[in-house]
């Protein structure tokens, strides 16, 4: 929807724009009228049919705009705009032409490059034909040559302008991702003080979480995930843990109906917070499927084995990795990380990969907690 609004935004920009030029062409053409022998009312009768024009355009973008939001209709009717009016001359001052050569800067606007130059390249074929045109009416051949070689320095300055656009929305969008991650950062920070003494899990889990996740999803290329977005969704599974009722968390036995369904209310939580914000879609997703099976027996959705984000079945089996292997209140003894695993591997809940991956991950941490061991008995022994 927005899309649409912002395309309607574009499109009637580009009209007005035309609308613009035709009556500061008005204007001159009354001042000539004084000047020069010209009928005053011929030049009011021109701008009359030229304003029914351009309300015509202007209502029938309206229409199609707010129906398809194809951002190629307006390119055509600004097109056809700016050629009728290069070729009926209504104010008789054949300066208005030259508005003609501002379409590329005008379409330079909509920020499509596909647009952009599929529209530079039929303006390009109407300008030639233009040429043509004048040529036939015996004009004068620099002023014909001039025609062209102004439609292709407007195609280089729109092509400018399009860059340049571009690189400012980029640099613009950039700022707000970096605004929006700050703030969410600040807002889940501020309750991690909370999670902690309700829990009495310690803060530091969300770093080894962030760290572990980013090294299994470094084995899956496909799904690519930086270091903020596992920071992240770490963090925001530690406060997610706000959803449930202190008392959950001491529980040791089965919990109720309604003491499940309330922890099943914590996958929501990644869209309570994130909200609509483009640039966390994938966190969110991904948060909200974590609890997922294989078996299609896990919630919120029940989703079976090939609909389960990859993502989200990381983030589920180093949850569920986390919480077997370090101390829980509801829990006396934790598990080692070969006995985790192999309770993973019994439940058969994860895609094999996923396993695969975390397994692969641990052994690799093991290798190099030996060898880092090893580097510091060298060093104390030298």
Same mark, same amino acid.
């Not at 009011?44 to 190629?72: A, E, H, Q, R």
């Not at 039929?122 to 040529?135: A, G, K, P």
């Not at 948060?287 to 389960?308: A, S, T």
């Given at each position: ?23 500061? =062409? ?31 355009? +202007? ?14 209709? &307006? ?27 501002? *379409? ?12 952009? /130059? ?13 040429? /043509? ?63 902690? %003494?309700?829990?009495?899990?310690? %803060? ?26 596992? *920071? ?25 109906? +309604? ?19 483009? =640039? ?5 997703? &991904? ?31 180093? =949850?569920? *990795? ?5 101390? %829980? &209140?509801? %829990? ?10 192999? =309770? ?5 809940? +994860? ?32």
């Amino acid at each position: 929807m927005v899309d649409i609004q912002m395309k309607n935004h574009i499109g009637t920009l580009s009209i007005v724009i035309v609308g613009v030029l035709v009556s500061l =062409e008005f204007i001159l053409g009354l001042l000539n009228s004084f000047i020069i022998d010209i009928s005053l009312l011929s030049i009011v009768i021109g701008f009359l049919i030229s304003l029914m024009v351009i309300v015509t355009c +202007y209502l029938l973008l309206k229409v199609v705009i707010s129906k398809k939001g194809n951002l190629d209709i &307006a390119a055509l009717l600004c097109l056809l705009l700016l050629f009728y009016f290069a070729l009926y001359d209504p104010f008789h001052n054949s300066s208005l032409g030259f508005g003609f050569l501002f *379409y590329p800067i005008i379409i330079s606007l909509f920020g499509n490059r596909t647009l952009f /130059f599929r529209w530079s390249t039929i303006y390009l074929v109407s300008t030639v034909i233009l040429v /043509f045109y004048l040529y036939s009416l015996s004009t004068d051949l620099v002023s014909v040559a001039s025609v062209l070689l102004y439609g292709l320095g407007s195609i280089l300055l729109g092509s400018l302008m399009f860059e340049s656009n571009k690189i400012y929305n980029e640099s613009r969008k950039n700022l707000d991702k970096k605004k929006n991650q700050h703030h969410v950062l600040n807002l889940l920070h501020s309750f991690v003080p909370v999670i902690e %003494r309700k829990t009495q899990i310690n %803060r530091n889990e969300i770093v080894i979480m962030s760290n572990l996740i980013k090294r299994v999803m470094d084995n899956f290329p496909n799904e690519r995930v930086d270091e903020a977005e596992a *920071y992240l969704i770490s963090l925001l599974h530690f406060v997610s843990r706000i959803k449930c009722p202190d008392y959950i968390f001491d529980k040791d036995g089965r919990l109720t109906t +309604y003491e499940f369904n309330l922890v099943q209310e914590h996958c929501m939580f990644g869209k309570d917070i994130l909200g609509d914000i483009e =640039e966390f879609e994938k966190v969110k997703i &991904a948060f909200l499927h974590h609890h997922e099976k294989i078996n299609g027996k896990g919630y919120p959705h029940r989703l079976r084995e090939g609909d389960i984000p990859i993502f989200s079945q990381v983030l589920g089996i180093v =949850e569920a *990795y986390l919480a077997m292997t370090n101390p %829980r &209140a509801y %829990r006396e003894d934790a598990l080692t990380p070969a006995l985790a695993i192999s =309770e993973i591997l019994k439940e058969k809940i +994860y895609d094999s990969c996923v396993v695969e991956a975390l397994t692969l991950v641990l052994r690799l941490n093991e290798t190099e907690k030996q060898i880092s061991i090893s580097s510091d008995r060298n060093a104390n022994s030298a």
